[in-house]
């Protein structure tokens, strides 16, 4: 078994900034792709930005050039620093990992989510 935790998070005004983190642990043999999602309240859950383990990122166009994802492949750990926030970037985020288990076996896992709150 696998276990995400996440740490972070907030509230904040329009402009301000936070960090979030996340750390896998447990029954791993290398953790793949890391991302953070988020879903905001009627919304479905989308992809906020990814990492690979060659440390190449995507962003979504909502937050490119504010959000950056960065990692640290000796922790098995994922942060999105986020800049300029905006009163539509509130929303809960979550942590993913793609693992490679000890038996070489793939599997997907999520964070318990962080809430952001942007507001003035």
């Known amino acids: 078994q696998v276990e995400l935790v996440e740490s972070g998070g907030g509230s904040v005004q329009p402009g301000g900034s936070l960090r979030l983190s996340c750390k896998a642990s447990?029954?791993?043999?290398?953790?793949?792709?890391m991302a953070w999602h988020r879903q905001a309240p009627g919304k479905q859950r989308e992809l906020v930005a990814s990492?690979?383990?060659?440390?190449?990122?995507n962003y979504a166009d909502s937050v490119r050039g504010r959000f950056t994802i960065s990692r640290d492949n000796a922790k098995n750990t994922v942060s999105l620093e986020l800049n300029s926030l905006k009163p539509e970037d509130t929303a809960v985020y979550y942590c993913?990992?793609?693992?490679?288990?000890?038996?070489?076996?793939?599997?997907?896992?999520w964070g318990q989510g962080t809430q952001v709150t942007v507001s003035s």
């Open positions: 993913y990992a793609r693992i490679t288990h000890n038996d070489l076996k793939q599997s997907d896992y």
């Open positions: 990492i690979n383990t060659r440390r190449s990122a």
């Open positions: 447990g029954n791993l043999f290398s953790v793949l792709t």
